[in-house]
């Protein structure tokens, strides 16, 4: 398993549950120097980026890209995939398109959070579904199409009212044509949902593409209540070797929580890694 930490693009989204707000120049440097792996970019749109810029600064940093979020389509535009507008249904799939053809630019995946919408009103949860289904088969194919997936997020129940636990997203997801979705495995909304996080990984196994390493309380590993150990056991037996990123709130400050995350990596996962291969 990798290391990743997250920046967010988006001044709207200030306060949300990222690590670096300064710039990405500066999210890399400070990454690279403290030993991560990748970066998880949350943009304004996908146009926001110039991608000759950000491969200078994952080359000069020797970084990769983990996955980039599609979030600012809900945060600032108000898209969903479930909402009762078709035309915003279709700016959010536009939205999201977009997004996938940048993000396999880079070998990387694009997360699908906020933008799944909720079913509520006049529009059923059978008739959400519907329309949900119908975005991932098309987005799906375009991410196989790309090299790479679409990362779909369970969220907690206060956010969405789609899909909350991981085995239930699952299930829903095997129903599906397209194989290019995989299953984000949050750690914070687990601790809300699900009964048991080790069962729950067992549950989605290989479907799970993405990993967000964040403790009960949105803060880092260790800040919180979280029992480690087990959850990196069981991705371990699911044979997950994706990305564990820092979705965490910058508390105390972003330095704190960065320094925090890189050494919970390192105790749980790095020690974990050199362990195992040290056995062949």
């Known amino acids: 398993m990798l290391s990743s930490i997250t920046v967010s693009l988006v001044p709207q989204a200030k306060g949300g549950p990222f690590v670096f707000w300064d710039g990405l120049a ?29 491969q200078n600064l994952l080359d000069h940093h020797k970084l990769k890209i983990a996955a980039i979020g599609t979030g600012a389509g809900w945060v600032l535009h108000k898209l969903s995939l479930t909402s009762p507008d078709p035309e915003n249904r279709k700016a959010a799939r536009e939205f999201i398109r977009s997004t996938i053809e940048l993000a396999g630019g880079f070998g990387a995946p694009t997360i699908i959070g906020s933008m799944q919408g909720r079913w509520e009103g006049d529009v059923t949860r059978e008739q959400a579904l519907v329309w949900l289904g119908e975005a991932l088969e098309g987005l799906g194919e375009l991410a196989i199409a790309h090299h790479t997936f679409l990362i779909y997020e369970p969220l907690n129940r206060y956010e969405t009212n789609l899909f909350n636990r991981l085995g239930d997203t699952a299930t829903w997801l095997k129903t599906l044509k397209t194989k290019g979705v995989r299953i984000l495995a949050d750690l914070y909304h687990m601790n809300i949902e699900e009964s048991s996080l080790v069962d729950a990984i067992q549950e989605a196994g290989s479907m799970i593409g993405h990993v967000h390493f964040a403790d009960s309380n949105r803060r880092a590993i260790g800040f919180g209540h979280t029992n480690i150990a087990p959850i990196v056991q069981a991705l371990q037996e699911a044979r997950y070797t994706g990305y564990l990123s820092a979705e965490v709130l910058a508390l105390p400050d972003s330095a704190t929580a960065a320094q925090q995350t890189i050494s919970s990596f390192n105790k749980h996962i790095k020690a974990s890694n050199d362990a195992s291969m040290g056995e062949f």
Do not use: K, M, Y
């Open 26 to 54: 500066d999210a890399c440097e400070r990454a690279a120097a403290l030993g991560f792996d990748a970066i998880e970019i949350f943009p304004p749109a996908p146009n926001a980026l110039d991608i000759a810029e950000v």
